[in-house]
């Protein structure tokens, strides 16, 4: 069975204050790995898909990287309107339809 | 473009009651999927649809069903409902293909069980 773990739950952060959200998969095949914002009372937004291992990419001050058993979202100085919940997800290959797994999500707090 | 839309946005049925929840998929998309998303958790995968038929599914009793239209439009029929299913519950929709593919989620449907 897919599993995924966040970590940590919540992150609270100075504004400026780098830091990395942690996701640990297993997945009998990865087709995909996603990363999505969440704002408070709405639906998760997509930020990024990582495909295979060593993969970066990067949307203004968020860099997403994956390894074969994690993948890591860094944060680089920032700001309030960065503060959100972070969700993890994977798509596994073999498997008809496109569901996604996700992990329990890391709440990020950005004080100003 | 419009995006994924769900309604109603909010509502609160009580024990034991039936509801039904919408959905109209993004312009472009054929497949819909539902999710459930517990306050403080990630969301957990209901079941999906595509041709207007139900093709996977989560670990969920059969007090939860669905439907599929013509439009691709989807509606989500929980049955006998418990306190345990106060809850956000979210449409993705989606297009069919061998590659990983992005899903595009609804602003979801809040439901307060009393």
């Known amino acids: 069975e897919d599993q995924v773990t966040q970590s940590p739950e919540a992150l609270r952060l100075q504004e400026g204050e780098s830091s990395s959200l942690n996701c640990s998969y297993t997945?009998?095949?990865?087709?995909?790995l996603f990363w999505y914002r969440q704002d408070p009372g709405k639906g998760p937004e997509f930020l990024f898909t990582?495909?295979?291992a060593g993969e970066e990419k990067e949307k203004e001050r968020l860099k997403a990287t994956l390894t074969k058993k994690e993948s890591f979202l860094h944060i680089t100085a920032p700001k309030p309107e960065d503060s959100a919940t972070y969700l993890c997800a994977v798509q596994a290959s073999g498997a008809a339809g496109n569901k996604l797994t996700f992990g329990g999500g890391t709440r990020v707090l950005v004080k100003p | 473009d419009a995006g994924v839309t769900q309604s109603p946005t909010h509502l609160i049925k009580t024990r034991g009651q039936q509801v039904t929840l919408r959905c109209s998929p993004k312009s472009g998309h054929d497949t819909v999927s539902w999710y459930q998303q517990a306050l403080g958790q990630g969301p957990q995968f209901i079941f999906q649809y595509y041709e207007e038929e139900e093709r996977q599914r989560g670990n969920f009793p059969d007090r939860f069903s669905g439907h599929q239209f013509p439009n691709y439009s989807s509606e989500l029929n929980v049955n006998a409902l418990l306190l345990g299913d106060s809850a956000l519950y979210l449409c993705a929709s989606g297009s069919r293909g061998s590659g990983a593919n992005v899903l595009t989620f609804g602003a979801g449907s809040r439901l307060t069980v009393l």
């Open positions: 990582l495909y295979s």
């Open positions: 997945v009998s095949g990865l087709r995909g």
